[in-house]
């Protein structure tokens, strides 16, 4: 791949840093333990753009094939996993740029609800709509306290795609995922704890990363191929959906991120984003 000889590596303690200049992801493995950790970071509040969406599939891909052990998932804002898609890729769209946006998310989707390897989620931070798609997208989830998490898109006026709903769906059950996403929920750390949105609370970033890794070394003992194909077979139907019907649901986004609506809707989410940001 034309990335991998491009990529460059530095070593730090233990660790491999492989990154590319300009890039809004790293990708460090531990030597000790094989593990990938996969950082976002896009200034102020990891929105996913393109751009963003693009070096992480590239990051999980280069993960996949360089066999690491297994994938962490962290962001390298201190307050804020991720603060789902950028509203800016979706109001006032450019035509060509919102397709190719689109089609980035279902390819970093798939890539990582499908991933070969064990993969987990050290939440640091704030992790709403696409943040908790990626994290829900993870096979386990540690989260820092004091902070939320959830699908909020009905608060915006918007609707979470089907696919959004097969991660949430696969970490909870179907009553209390239909509930919060019908209000748009945002769950605390200690409520997300409660109904198994998460699966642990860490104090520090370093002691999730710890946790994460913990999770994926209980899988020493176990064939790999026969866990990597067990993961598959549970995810199969939910991959398969969005490969059958990945033109019909860009169709379907395009549809409705263009109504006046719901860009009148978005144009006021954002004044309302900066006139918190200014107090
Ligand atoms: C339309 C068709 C269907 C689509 C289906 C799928 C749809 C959506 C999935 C999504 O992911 S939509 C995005 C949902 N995200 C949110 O609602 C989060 C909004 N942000 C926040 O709640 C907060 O910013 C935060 C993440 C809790 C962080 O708070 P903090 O106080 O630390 O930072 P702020 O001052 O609020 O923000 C700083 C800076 O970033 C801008 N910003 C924040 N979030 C977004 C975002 N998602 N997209 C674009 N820009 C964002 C915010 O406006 C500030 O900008 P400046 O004023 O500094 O320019």
Not at 59 to 68: G, L, P, Q, R, Y
Not at 70 to 94: Q, R, V, W
Not at 191 to 205: C, P, Y
Request: glycine share 6%; charged share 20%; with cysteine.
């Amino acid at each position: 791949m034309l990335r991998s000889s491009l990529l460059t590596l530095t070593r730090i303690g233990s660790n491999r840093l492989m990154s590319t200049a300009a890039k809004l992801t790293t990708v460090e493995v531990n030597d000790k333990t094989g593990i990938a950790t996969l950082t976002m970071c896009r200034p102020p509040v990891n929105g996913l753009n393109l751009e963003l969406l693009k070096d992480l599939s590239q990051s999980i891909d280069e993960i996949e094939s360089n066999k690491s052990r297994g994938l962490i998932l962290t962001s390298s804002n201190p307050t804020i996993f991720s603060a789902g898609l950028d509203i800016l890729e979706m109001y006032k769209p450019d035509k060509e740029r919102i397709r190719a946006f689109w089609t980035s998310l279902q390819d970093v989707w798939l890539a990582l609800y499908g991933s070969s390897v064990p993969t987990a989620a050290a939440i640091n931070g704030h992790s709403p709509a696409g943040g908790c798609l990626l994290a829900t997208s993870c096979e386990y989830r540690v989260m820092l306290p004091k902070f939320t998490i959830g699908l909020n898109e009905t608060q915006l006026g918007i609707v979470a795609p089907k696919w959004f709903m097969s991660s949430f769906l696969s970490v909870l059950p179907r009553r209390i995922a239909e509930r919060a996403l019908n209000q748009g929920r945002m769950f605390t750390t200690e409520e997300a704890l409660q109904v198994g949105l998460i699966d642990e609370v860490a104090n520090t970033k370093e002691e999730a990363i710890e946790k994460c890794s913990a999770f994926i070394g209980s899988f020493a003992k176990v064939n790999p191929l026969a866990r990597a194909l067990t993961k598959q077979q549970f995810r199969a139907a939910d991959l398969q959906q969005l490969e059958n019907e990945r033109v019909q649901d860009l169709e379907k986004f395009l549809f409705f991120v263009n109504q006046p609506a719901v860009q009148k809707g978005l144009g006021l989410y954002l004044e309302s984003l900066k006139k918190k940001a200014k107090n």
